[in-house]
């Protein structure tokens, strides 16, 4: 048994600056911009507060700006695989973290269950 | 005075397939695939429950597949404005809402206010 979430959506921004970056997410959003003490502060700014602990992170990336969304898990391989079976492909490992991509062609990111409350909202599978 | 706040996150797909678009999204995250009463069965499946009343949406399209997410408000002109001003660009109005391109990039819509309680939860621009 493992379980797995909707953890939250990142908004990849190819962009030399976060700052001016998540300026503007997070007045267009309305959301506060805050420095993630674990996160590398150059590369990411959290918008809070995320609707029902949904995580919305902005990141600078070097890829094309897009939006991807995050599976967070307490078992990183056993989701990739239960992901794989629906058709989904892993594209690479990076740090903890894998990045797939869907059957509809979007990227997501396969990451460590890091949110409150994960072990109750998480869904379980067996 | 005008309100507005992130509404949701829609799943583009370039599919043929609605239901087997629908059908990946709602196993991967764990979420019940509906059809909605108010839209085209044939475009779009919302995915339930979204956490914190946060609409997600699986659509069907015909640009490249991706991750867009959608801002509500009470005046979608003034609204408009505002991120104008904030460096987003208008790019084509579709029925009542707006599509627009970030200056990072990412393509996004303004559409008219449908969450619950959104007088009470929206940001106010004065």
Partial sequence: MHRSQLAGFI????TGDIGEAAEFWSSALGLSSVA???SDATRYRR??????GLELEVQRVD???RVH???????????VGRL???G???VESVHSWVVMEAPTGQRFCVVRAFSK???DSARRWE
Same sequence: chains 1, 2.
Avoid at 11 to 14: A, G, M, S
Avoid at 47 to 52: K, N, Q, S, T
Avoid at 69 to 79: H, K, P, R
Wanted: net charge negative.
């Fill in 117 to 119: 409350g994960f072990d």
């Fill in 69 to 79: 969304l995050d599976i967070e898990t307490d078992n990183v391989e056993a989701e």
């Fill in 11 to 14: 908004i990849d921004c190819r």
């Fill in 36 to 38: 993630d003490p674990r």
């Fill in 63 to 65: 890829h094309e700006s």
């Fill in 84 to 86: 794989e079976a629906l």
């Fill in 47 to 52: 918008l809070e507060p995320g609707p029902g």
């Fill in 88 to 90: 989904a492909k892993r």
